[in-house]
């Protein structure tokens, strides 16, 4: 496409037709302030449009993809954001664009030797992200596998025993692999899905449109489609959430695992390895060389889902087992 | 003809230079002959082995317990902290009740009496770790109660108990130690503080129980789970053109 010239090109105001675009919102922001305005003054402040405001729904409309957005309008979608939790859940929460760090990869292993089935990590991934409790997203399914074989398709992950782990059984918990040649990335459409830097794939929920090719193309069943508006109790909302990770999603777009951005790329551990009473889960840079992630890939014997497939997941599992039986 | 005749003289004379050296590999026709004799001296002398070349003791001697190194943890390992754990230890500090310096302390391996027999110690006195191969002053410094002890008598610790267990449980404490075993806890980046062995495992008691899982995932009102369908019906390919499976009669 053609870009009309512009005087100063720069990352802040964008080139080209962005330019011309957030004029156009600038004056339409103001026809909706006057909007807001005058509907405030009429009354309480009625939420429609899924419990947005003229002035939000217009800007949500016409916001961008998240790689074309400038800082200006990447602040004013993290408000459009809080301001919409508070009118929904009544509850304020606090959105974040954290950029990835430089120089790190994220790798996670997972030992089957010591995971026994508790879904703790499951019970963690749903408080900390944000998930709709009666909607089926789960980020993280734990399979009960038969021992002795590594059949997927007879594996079991509504198991309900009464105690686990049971015998004869071991279990394999499967989240998104993050894969470095991710098929979802190569399905989508439109570009909602992609790489980041730190390895992580990530989605622009405002940007997916919900077909669901994405979820088609995983091999894992790590991509989980929000059927229903997800309802989560206001009072176990996670207030600190990042806009490429955790923050309240709509109906109507695909989510999945994202090793907890808002909490990895400060330093934290996912929540997933935070609610393990196992220990078995180790997550890390593999970048560092010193990094555990890197002792467990370079001294255990480690293995991948579908490995065959040349999705390259970045998610490992590891055992103890050893030739002498130490 | 002539060949075959220098081939064997070849061969005969690569036979006595063989025999000559003492090695195996002979026609045995050839080595019964010689085979008695030695057989003969070996019943008369006691029986000794003819050591491999491999393995000749050492040309300075065996080595001696002086000689050993006092393993000191690994040299490569990524610095790392220990989370406290004495805090969580219900009676402590243990001078309060052993704090008698007897002259004549019974080391003696032993059942003990245990609470609620009122003569009974109000802690573990019996465990089941090792099954019974290992008792109290394996790991307790019997002197000074608050203190664990290794092997070679140096004093750990409580917090550090880690450098005791890893004594028996090596491959385990170099994983440890290295992060492939435990939970890292805080952040993955940044300070390395790591969970000491006693908080997942109680040492004398250390079988982890099994426990109630977590909800399954939800289903939709009305639906059954699947679960081993392909174990129950026949698979699409292998159902036949009447819609039933190889081998198996119409359904009334």
């Known amino acids: 496409m053609a870009k009309p010239p512009s005087p100063e090109p720069s990352p802040e105001k964008g080139d080209g037709f962005s330019q011309y675009r957030r004029k156009f919102l600038a004056g339409l922001a103001e026809v909706g302030a006057a909007g807001a305005v005058a509907a405030t003054a009429a009354g309480p402040a009625r939420a429609a449009w899924g419990g947005s405001t003229l002035q939000d729904a217009m800007g949500s409309l016409f916001q961008d993809h998240y790689q074309r957005m400038s800082r200006d309008e990447i602040q004013a979608a993290l408000q459009r954001i809080e301001r919409k939790a508070l009118r929904k859940h009544g509850v304020e929460i606090h959105c974040e664009d954290t950029p990835p760090i430089p120089g790190v990869v994220f790798g996670y292993a997972l030992n089957i030797s010591k995971c026994k089935g508790y879904r703790d990590c499951v019970a963690g991934c749903l408080k900390e992200n944000n998930q709709g409790r009666d909607s089926q997203v789960q980020y993280i399914r734990v399979l009960q596998m038969d021992r002795g074989t590594m059949n997927l398709e007879q594996s079991d992950h509504y198991y309900d025993p009464k105690a686990v782990p049971v015998p004869g059984k071991f279990y394999l918990p499967v989240q998104c692999m993050q894969c470095d040649n991710p098929p979802c990335v190569k399905a989508c459409p439109v570009n909602a899905t992609w790489k980041e830097p730190d390895g992580i794939v990530v989605i622009d929920y405002d940007w997916c449109i919900g077909c669901r090719y994405c979820m088609t193309a995983c091999p894992y069943w790590a991509r989980h489609f929000n059927w229903t508006d997800p309802k989560i109790p206001a009072a176990e909302i996670n207030p600190n959430t990042n806009y490429l990770g955790n923050r309240p999603r709509p109906k109507g777009v695909v989510e999945k695992c994202h090793f907890c951005t808002q909490r990895t790329r400060k330093g934290r551990q996912p929540a997933c390895q935070e609610a393990c009473p196992t220990g078995a889960r180790v997550f890390g840079n593999l970048m560092d060389p010193k990094s555990e992630i890197r002792y467990v890939l370079e001294h255990k014997t480690v293995f991948r889902l579908k490995e065959e497939l040349g999705t390259e997941p970045k998610f490992w599992y590891y055992t103890d087992d050893r030739p002498n039986g130490s | ?252």
């Open chain 2, 1 to 252: 003809m002539a060949l075959l005749m220098s081939l064997r003289s070849a061969a005969g004379s690569l036979l006595l230079s063989m025999m000559a050296l003492g090695l195996a590999a002979v026609p045995p026709l050839a080595q019964a002959a010689d085979a008695a004799e030695p057989a003969a001296s070996a019943a008369s002398s006691a029986f000794r082995h003819r050591p491999l070349r491999e393995n000749q003791p050492p040309p300075e001697g065996l080595p001696q317990a002086s000689d050993l190194e006092v393993f000191k943890g690994y040299p490569g390992a990524p610095p790392y902290k220990v989370v406290p754990r004495k805090q969580n230890i219900l009676l402590y500090p243990c001078s309060m009740c052993h704090n008698l310096n007897l002259p004549k302390l019974n080391t003696t391996p032993r059942k003990l009496r245990v609470a609620p027999d009122p003569n009974g110690a109000p802690h573990w006195a019996v465990m089941s770790h090792g099954k019974g191969r290992i008792w109290c002053l394996d790991c307790h410094f019997a002197r000074d109660r608050e203190w664990l002890h290794t092997l070679d008598g140096a004093k750990v610790d409580f917090n550090d108990a880690a450098v005791v267990c890893g004594q028996c449980h090596s491959t385990r404490y170099k994983d440890w130690v290295f992060g492939a075993h435990g939970k890292r806890a805080e952040g993955w980046s940044g300070e390395r503080e790591l969970y000491s062995c006693a908080h997942c495992h109680d040492p004398h008691n250390p079988t982890l129980q099994p426990r109630e899982p977590g909800r399954p995932p939800p289903l939709r009102a009305g639906l059954a789970p699947m679960n081993r369908v392909h174990e129950e019906t026949p698979l699409v390919w292998q159902r036949t053109q009447e819609g039933l499976p190889h081998g198996q009669a119409a359904k009334p």
